[in-house]
């Protein structure tokens, strides 16, 4: 896989240290600064003057020390600020090279503040989780499969030979079932093959942990609150998204999957309210609809600081369907482009496990016990048929039947093998592999295409190359019209609807452009002189005299 580019944020900064603020107080001489002493591990506190409005006693922050350094080339030196010494700077997560676009916005216009207590004096970009590389991945549509940490791990895995950690999704239900407080149906299962939830009671609504807001904004995604980031996390670890309704708002105790009907409408998070087609796929109260199925969720039942009960949804919806909404709506985003790849069906409960066992860990959450859900799974995998002799016949390698195995076992593909043949199980989360050559395809790609031998040619039955007969007269009409002066002309193939069948020898169907970029480039072309006629014009107009064109 194409790494397109690699991002080290630590790589402009000195002497960034976590700072313990044990005093606050105004400033004599200026009303928007104010003095504290903070705690980096020395001996004796610091004092730094700070202009942040949300700064207090007590407080975690990020300090750059007197003979630090920021991105940007920003030196730090000890100042005075109107006549008061300082030591330093508190830094906020702009200053530190974070996009503001992806901060929490508690922090937007002030300094960051820890919501755990790290050591005073230690390495902040180690407590902020920044002080790693962040690989940006150049992916082709057909691998979907690395949208999401654990799809990266299976490669990792397949060039190294190492072992992958599945993230821990081992609960403590409570005795209250689920579907005691939840039912879930699906009314199509050709637009929601499968939909499954999850209750989890009495969460307590708080900012994350400083390890997932760090590891969120690394991939470019702006941590909210606990219950809206575990989501999110677990769609970059799993690549199934989720999404997570506030129970009590849900205005009911059922959760209907259906389309849409004629004219319905719903106000999504961005406050906008929106007119849906019976092509949409809604997740409802039994009444009205609560999300955009695969797109985005309804206002009423989002998460907010009230939240209590929180559902989560986890399921597999039509993909042409969450296409054509979201392209129509404009409205694309991380679950989106997924579903519309195609998701795995082994990773959808496994996913939901995964989000209640992190509400259960950092939001105080009591898990109910038991998954509602309806609809069934699709197949988990599919078996394909395969020899040794197939995989070295087609790429030229000399591989044996234990060498193919093993790479196929380092993919994550279980495997028969039986003499030199394959009986080869692919993971529905790799879903660009459906045929003997996309198998083989693979074991190129593992082993290396630097690893492809050589050879040259066997001249013992080569024969003269020659013209086709086109190739000789095409070649011979252009040395007679250059030879009489013509210069030869490349134009567009599509024309103007008005003009497309001007200088026809005989009267056909005109083929046009579903979406044209323009008026002048909306069908195909019936001859080639209107575009030749157009080229002559621009030229004559532009004073180019004795213009003689030709194309073929």
Aim: charged residues 25%; hydrophobic residues 40%; negative net charge.
């Amino acid at each position: 896989i194409e790494v397109d580019s690699v991002t080290h944020y630590g790589d402009d900064i000195k002497k960034l240290v976590v700072g313990h603020v044990l005093s606050k107080e105004k400033h004599p001489e200026a009303d928007k600064l104010n003095i504290c002493k903070v705690d980096v591990g020395e001996e004796e506190p610091v004092q730094i003057v700070c202009g942040a409005p949300n700064v207090d006693k007590d407080q975690y922050v990020i300090v750059v020390r007197v003979g630090g350094r920021l991105p940007g080339g920003v030196k730090i030196k000890r100042a005075k600020l109107r006549g008061e010494v300082s030591e330093g700077m508190i830094c906020s997560l702009q200053e530190i090279g974070i996009d503001p676009n992806v901060m929490p916005k508690k922090y937007a216009d002030g300094i960051y503040v820890f919501s755990n207590k790290p050591t005073p004096g230690s390495d902040a970009l180690e407590a902020l989780l920044l002080n790693d590389d962040v690989l940006d991945f150049d992916l082709t549509p057909n691998r979907a499969d690395c949208l999401s940490l654990l799809g990266a791990a299976h490669e990792v895995s397949a060039l190294y030979g190492n072992d992958i950690q599945y993230p821990n999704t081992s609960l403590d239900e409570s005795e209250e079932k689920a579907s005691q407080s939840l039912s879930v149906t699906v009314q199509d299962q050709e637009g929601v093959p499968f939909y499954a939830a999850r209750v989890v009671k009495n969460v307590t609504i708080a900012p994350s942990p400083s390890w997932m807001q760090s590891r969120l904004m690394k991939a470019g995604i702006r941590p909210i609150n606990n219950v809206v980031d575990v989501s999110n996390y677990v769609l970059l670890e799993y690549g199934q998204p989720l999404h997570m309704f506030d129970q009590d708002q849900i205005g009911s105790d059922q959760i209907v999957a259906r389309y849409a009907h004629e004219n319905e409408k719903i106000t999504t998070l961005d406050n906008v309210e929106r007119e849906l087609l019976t092509s949409d796929l809604v997740i409802t109260n039994g009444e009205e609809p609560i999300a955009i199925a695969g797109v985005m969720g309804g206002d009423f039942s989002e998460v907010t600081e009230n939240t209590q009960n929180v559902v989560i949804e986890s399921a597999l919806f039509n993909a042409t369907n969450v296409r054509q909404t979201s392209r129509r709506l404009g409205l694309r985003s991380e679950a989106s482009s997924r579903f519309e790849k195609g998701i795995a069906s082994e990773r959808v409960l496994d996913a939901l496990d995964r989000a209640a066992k992190l509400l259960q860990d950092i939001a105080g959450g009591t898990v109910l016990s038991e998954v509602v859900s309806d609809g069934n799974l699709p197949e988990l995998s599919r078996t394909i048929d395969i020899t040794t002799q197939d995989v070295n016949q087609l790429i030229g390698f000399d591989l044996s039947t234990d060498e193919i195995n093993t790479i196929f076992n380092r993919l994550g593909f279980e495997t028969i093998v039986s003499e030199d043949a394959f009986k080869v199980e692919v993971p529905s989360r790799r879903n660009d592999i459906s045929i003997k050559a996309d198998l083989i395809e693979e074991v190129a790609r593992i082993y290396g295409y630097d690893q492809l031998p050589s050879t040259l040619p066997n001249f013992d039955n080569a024969t003269a190359g020659y013209l086709t007969d086109n190739q000789l007269k095409t070649r011979k009409v252009k040395e007679i019209l250059e030879g009489a002066g013509l210069d030869q002309a490349i134009t567009y193939s599509l024309v103007r609807k008005d003009v497309a069948q001007n200088y026809t020898l005989e009267q056909q169907e005109v083929v046009e452009l579903m979406m044209p970029m323009s008026e002048d480039q909306a069908v195909l072309r019936q001859s080639l002189l209107p575009r030749l006629v157009d080229a002559t014009r621009y030229n004559v107009a532009r004073k180019n005299k004795n213009v003689a064109l030709y194309e073929l």
